[in-house]
Every structure is written in C-alpha cells, then in structure tokens.
C-alpha cells in the first residue's frame, strides 16, 4: 500500500514552500487517487459515501479535511496502526498545496 502511494507522489510537480499556485486537474486527480488507494481495502455504506466525496472535492484543501474520514474508516477496518500509516503517507502528495504547518504526522 504505501509503496504504491509512494510511486503516485513521485510524479507530481508541487509549489515550492510559500507558492500559491493552483492545483491543475491532474493535480487534483494524483491526490484523490492516492486518498482513495487508502481506503481500497475497505468497505460498507460510509467507505463508499467517503468514496463518492472524494470524487466530488474540487479543492485540494477540501481532500485535505477528507483524511480524517479515511483515518476513522480505516481505523475500523483495520487498526489505528494502519490508519496512521496510510494518512501519513499521504502527507507527501500534499506537501506544497496545503500550509506546511498543517503537515503533522499522526502517530
């Protein structure tokens, strides 16, 4: 799991610290599809409600809130271990698109 998300991150051009650019369509689409590669193993109503919002998030800010919702699912299916693991990866894919004061691990 991780190192697929790991090979998701490698390819995306990110600000530099401090930059306000905004996130193209691709962008946007490398930081959904690493959100919901961590709830892939998951399922049920909430998991597939969590689904759709991601798909639906215009904003790369709004992706950002969204990982607290997979942190709970994942949680339930498997272990605050994992979970943990899985949102921590994440911080890289939005490094440089959210307030690196934001970028704390969960632990």
């Not at 998991?47 to 709970?72: G, P």
């Amino acid at each position: 799991m991780i190192a697929t998300l790991t090979r998701l991150f490698k390819g995306k051009a990110a600000p530099g610290k401090g930059a306000k650019a905004v996130p193209s369509l691709k962008d946007l689409q490398v930081i959904r599809s690493a959100l919901l590669q961590t709830v892939a193993d998951c399922d049920g109503i909430s998991v597939h409600r969590l689904r759709h919002k991601i798909e639906q998030t215009q904003t790369v800010q709004d992706l950002w809130l969204l990982r607290n919702d997979a942190y709970q699912l994942i949680s339930q299916a498997t272990s605050q271990t994992i979970a943990a693991e899985r949102i921590n990866a994440l911080l890289a894919v939005f490094e440089g698109w959210v307030d690196a004061r934001q970028l704390g691990r969960i632990r």
